[in-house]
């Protein structure tokens, strides 16, 4: 009943809408009532129903009233019928007295048995007498009741009916806090939940409905300085943890700091200012030599975010530390500080060059007893003049859960064994070099990543996390000797690990492990020949098998796919026949392989594929002709420009003037390849990068000339909505 009687207020308020707004009359106003009167329009095909449902409401009224009336009858006919039965056995009782009377009286014994069957009927007749009244007596009860009980449902409706009302507000659920629009609620003011019984506005559990739209599918959710050029790229290094989006932002007075955002204006803020200044903490730096350039890293797991950056006040940093965060100020802080050292430092072989601080961050999200960590490459100690610290340990593989004790070297692959000489005095010992683990990658509770020795050169390695066996182990000395096969690539994939390594012999080519030196092997020589090299890279698991591109020294560099086997290593097509397609963006999405690659007619343009040259096609030819709607600034991930969510593909693309480059989606079909936003209308271009999900909306950064670089959404607009509060 309440729902039909809420279905008839909504049909009911499309005549009332003009005076919703409380009589505001500007034209911002006027638009949305008009758009609301529109949405109404919408739903007439749930009228009849309403009307239909809201006539049963009045209908069951009018049976309560009947029913009300009919037992107030029936209580009045049963009380005749009783005060009746209580008559009639009195009487019965007054003959039984005189009867038993005229019996004590009597002596003949005639008259005596004639007088006492008299009795024996008369009591006869007095018992169904009583059974009679008792009958009566209960049925006038359940009467008495029934009457209570449709009072009481009398009471109600017209109480349901009485409180039934509707109010608007300015913001519809679902839609983002900077973008909203009007919505009617309609329900009950009648104090459900944490309502007011009769303060005039349906709200919390009185809502029944909500008709509504969000006024559009894009906007901005975050603003950047002003001013700039396409090429200042916005926020960036996005993550979601707890329900809010993290990233690195740049509000142009306390340069690039952590920022949290819950896809909403007013809940977009700086988390803390780590490094005071203009600078910010989340900067990119250039250190120098020996030092290389720090780029910033964010990483979450369930309840810490992990960072790369500088915490203090500028001058004071020697490198980028690690940091953890819960998301608020009070709980942003510095982990781990590298130490100074007493001796001024050097050391006979210098410092690792491209070292700047913790980097190459691989989250542990929290599961069972163990929290949030993270693996990363760090260095414990570098130069200064505190006597009380140490020498470097060098460049090594290290692990934290966000706590000083949690925090520790975890596998020391080259030891400290180096002496160097200062002021006259020798020193030991040191390490200023570092194993400097790189590609790292997580499968089962191995860790897997690249370390350099002087014995080894740069080879890969596993360490075991846990469990038996567990340490540290050199997966094959690849190429013999201390030069090293420069493994690249690391990609989990056929129940092992691929990766590209130069075994000295066969060049740069595909090589597959299970974790130990015998599964270890070349997979094949793709470019055949001595000294030759394919160069695999775009490494991608497809399923049980490796989707990658390589040049075999014939076709150029195309796409190939294995199953860590020779003869299941091929060329899956040879795309562009007069040279190489260069595929890249490789990525997966419900069984297919979307990548763009190049051909003479087409341009680099958007392609599918299914592992079978068949199954191997351009998806659109999106900037018509031998133009390539292929964008990619320099120095920016494939990831950042090529995102897949729930079935469809968004990405960046030139259309060649129509729209610029702009924000494109495609199901994997021609006619379902599209452009969704165009941030700057017309033929401008937004350049829209780093693509990231949060909260089912897609998020990106967009420039235009007047704004500068600001942070966008777009999802799905649903437009009028109608949603059914109603649990029963």
Same mark, same amino acid.
């Given at each position: ?26 034209? #911002? ?127 109600? /409706? ?18 983002? #806090? ?24 349906? @709200? ?24 700039? *050029? ?7 290094? +996005?993550?979601?943890?707890? %329900? ?7 509000? =142009? ?43 910033? @890293? ?31 100020? $009070? ?18 072989? !210098? ?18 007893? /163990? ?11 570098? !130069? ?32 400290? &064994? ?12 040191? &390490? ?66 691929? +990766?590209?390594?130069?075994? %000295? ?31 695999? #890279? @775009? ?12 040049? *075999? ?32 963006? /490789? ?18 343009? /958007?392609?599918?594929? &299914? ?24 120095? +920016? ?19 060649? =003037? ?51 670089? $600001? ?18």
């Amino acid at each position: 009943m309440r729902k039909a009687a809420v279905l008839m207020a909504i049909v009911m308020l499309s005549s009332i809408l003009a005076g919703c707004a409380g009589g505001d009359s500007d034209a #911002e106003k006027d638009e949305q009532i008009a758009s609301l009167q529109s949405e109404l329009a919408n739903v007439t095909a749930q009228a009849d129903d309403a009307i239909a449902h809201a006539a049963a409401l009045d209908t069951t009224l009018s049976e309560a009233l009947v029913a009300l009336e009919k037992s107030n009858a029936d209580i009045a006919n049963l009380s005749v019928r009783l005060d009746s039965a209580e008559w009639h056995k009195a009487n019965l009782t007054n003959q039984l007295s005189e009867t038993m009377e005229q019996l004590n009286q009597t002596q003949n014994s005639g008259l005596m048995a004639q007088l006492e069957d008299q009795i024996t009927n008369l009591s006869a007749q007095i018992e169904d007498a009583d059974s009679q009244i008792t009958g009566l007596t209960s049925e006038l009860l359940q009467k008495q009741q029934e009457i209570a009980e449709l009072g009481a449902t009398v009471a109600a /409706l017209q109480s349901t009916i009485a409180s039934l009302t509707y109010s608007t507000r300015n913001r519809v659920n679902s839609c983002p #806090e900077d973008n909203p629009g009007i919505e009617i609620v309609v329900g009950y003011d009648d104090g459900s939940g944490a309502g007011s019984p009769g303060d005039g506005k349906v @709200e919390y559990d009185e809502i029944q409905y909500t008709i509504g739209e969000c006024p559009g599918d894009s906007g901005v959710v975050a603003e950047s300085p002003a001013g700039g *050029d396409a090429s200042d790229w916005g926020p960036s290094l +996005f993550v979601e943890m707890g %329900g809010n989006m993290y990233f690195a932002g740049n509000d =142009g007075v306390h340069g690039w700091e952590l920022w949290r955002s819950d896809g909403t204006v007013g809940g977009t803020y700086m988390v803390k200012d780590l490094r005071p200044g203009s600078g910010g903490g989340l900067q990119v730096w250039d250190w120098g030599s020996p030092f290389g350039v720090h780029y910033p @890293e964010i990483v979450a797991g369930n309840s810490k975010i992990f960072l790369t950056g500088f915490d203090g006040e500028p001058g004071t940093e020697s490198c980028a530390c690690l940091i953890v965060s819960d998301g608020t100020a $009070d709980g942003t802080y510095q982990i781990d500080q590298w130490e100074n050292w007493g001796a001024a430092y050097g050391g006979e072989n !210098g410092w690792r060059p491209g070292f700047s601080g913790a980097s190459q961050l691989l989250v542990l999200p929290s599961s069972g007893f /163990l929290p949030d960590r993270v693996i990363y490459s760090n260095m414990e100690a570098i !130069g200064g003049q505190d006597d009380d610290s140490h020498p470097p340990t060098g460049e090594e593989l290290w692990i934290s859960d966000g706590t000083e004790v949690g925090t520790y070297m975890l596998a020391n692959i080259v030891p400290e &064994d180096e002496t160097w000489e200062y002021d006259g005095a020798n020193y030991c010992c040191g &390490d200023f070099q570092g194993s400097a683990p790189r590609d790292l990658i997580k499968k089962g509770s191995q860790i897997w990543f690249t370390a350099e020795t002087d014995n080894y050169g740069r080879e890969l390695y596993r360490y075991n996390l846990g469990g038996i066996g567990g340490g540290l182990y050199l997966v094959k000395d690849v190429r013999s000797g201390a030069e090293g096969s420069n493994p690249l690539h690391v990609t989990s994939a056929s129940g092992g690990v691929f +990766f590209s390594a130069d075994d %000295g012999s066969w060049g740069q080519e595909l090589h597959y492990t299970q974790g130990d030196a015998f599964s270890t092997r070349l997979v094949k020589d793709i470019w055949p020949g001595v000294g030759n090299s394919s160069s695999p #890279e @775009e490494l991608t698991k497809f399923g049980q098998n490796l989707f990658f591109t390589a040049d *075999d020294g014939e076709n150029g560099r195309e796409l190939w796919i294995s199953d860590n086997t020779e003869s299941g290593t091929f060329m899956v097509k040879d795309i562009n026949t007069n040279g190489s397609s260069n595929p890249n963006w /490789l990525r997966v999405m419900d069984g297919v392989l979307y990548f763009m690659a190049y051909t003479e007619d087409y341009g680099r343009e /958007l392609w599918r594929s &299914d592992g079978t040259i068949e199954g191997t096609s351009m998806v659109k030819d999106i900037n018509s002709g031998s133009n390539s709607s292929f964008y990619w600034p320099e120095g +920016f991930f494939y990831r950042e420009l090529f995102l897949e969510y729930d079935g469809l593909l968004y990405f960046t693309a030139d259309d060649g =003037g129509t729209y610029g480059v702009e924000v494109w989606r495609t199901d994997g079909t021609s006619n379902g390849t599209e452009m969704i936003v165009d941030a700057t209308p017309g033929n401008e271009s937004s350049w829209p990068v780093r693509y990231t999900i949060y909260g089912g909306k897609l998020y990106f950064t967009a420039y235009s000339e007047d704004r500068g670089r $600001d942070l966008w959404f777009y999802w799905d607009n649903p437009g009028p909505i109608v949603s059914n509060s109603e649990s029963s």
